[in-house]
């Protein structure tokens, strides 16, 4: 038998094989289909009509680094594109973005290595950068929810988000004492989340526990629940100066290969009283998202981290991808994941494509 004879008899009708076969030949094949997906593909009118996720100026939420002084904006080698601001920079970054439909920011403060110390103690400054730099965005632009971190790393001399003992390990009690301090500063300058990022465990009921007895019932947990010990997050401690001095973060963030781990971690969050669940880094960890999605009625957050931003500008750069498409699909994947609000870097090449 020929090829074609076999094909022919195992495969095909003879008008399918005239068709694919012999392209001028047109003849409708016989038998219809009994659906063609590719009906609703075929205009841009219709695509849009049918198409499933979407991302909104709202579901993203802006990384801002903070610097002293006025009128300063420092780049950062493994981000371009985004710069270490002063405050009057980032309100009026964050007021521009807040009128195209952004309705939150984060804060990191960039700490004056002198003000670094190994308990921290810069981290519930009542005057420090952080304090004074909620207190006059608040002021600025009051109708903006503004995030802050509750970690220790930015202000220790080691780098590490916890407090160290002798033997080098982070302790998690004591750590909790600092991250309550923390939270209390940043609430009476008028934060809307306090956003807990160290990985301690019981932190999220410490901390709510501390803001309901001050009054600050009103002022959200938004818990970094399922933070991974993730490479990703080299750019972010080149912006923020922070070198660990010693060991890994591995004792207490969680190992990228488990999922019912963080999965545990967010439902501890959950009922310890957090507001929002994230997820961290994001789109290695879709599959987390997606679980976590069946798991909570909780709205989740996912953070495009650093890394993630990094890679894609390099290839941009190098002339290999577009890192604005890069960057749609790649959020677009995010919230199609499952999650509600995205921190990402990439929100002003975003905000360009919606
Ligand atoms: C601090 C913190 C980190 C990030 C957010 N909060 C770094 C870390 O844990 O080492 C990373 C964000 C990014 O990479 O964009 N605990």
Redesign the pocket.
Known sequence: MTIFARLKNQFLSYERYMVIIHPMITTPIQYPFPIRLRRNRQSESIRKIVQETHLRPSDLTV?FFIIEGEKKGVPIDCMPGVERLTVDLVIREAAQLHERGIQSICL?PVIDPALKSWEAEEAWNPKGLLARAIRRIKQEIPTLCVIT?V????FTIH?H?GLVNEKGEIVNDATIERLIQMALMQAEAGIDFV?P???MDGRVSAIRGALDRQGFENVGILS?SA?YA?V??????D??D?K?QFGD?KTY?MDPANVREALLEAQLDEEEGADILMI??ATFYLDVIAKLREQTKRPIAA???????AMVIAAHQMGYLDAGKVFYEALLSIKRAGADMI?T?AAKQVLDRM
């Open positions: 990384p990191f971190d970690a220790l790393d930015p780098g988000d956003a990022s160290d990985m970094y933070k993730s990703l997050y080299g750019p972010f401690r912006a923020l922070v660990l973060k963030q961290k880094p953070y495009h981290v650093s890394g993630e931003y921190f870097y």
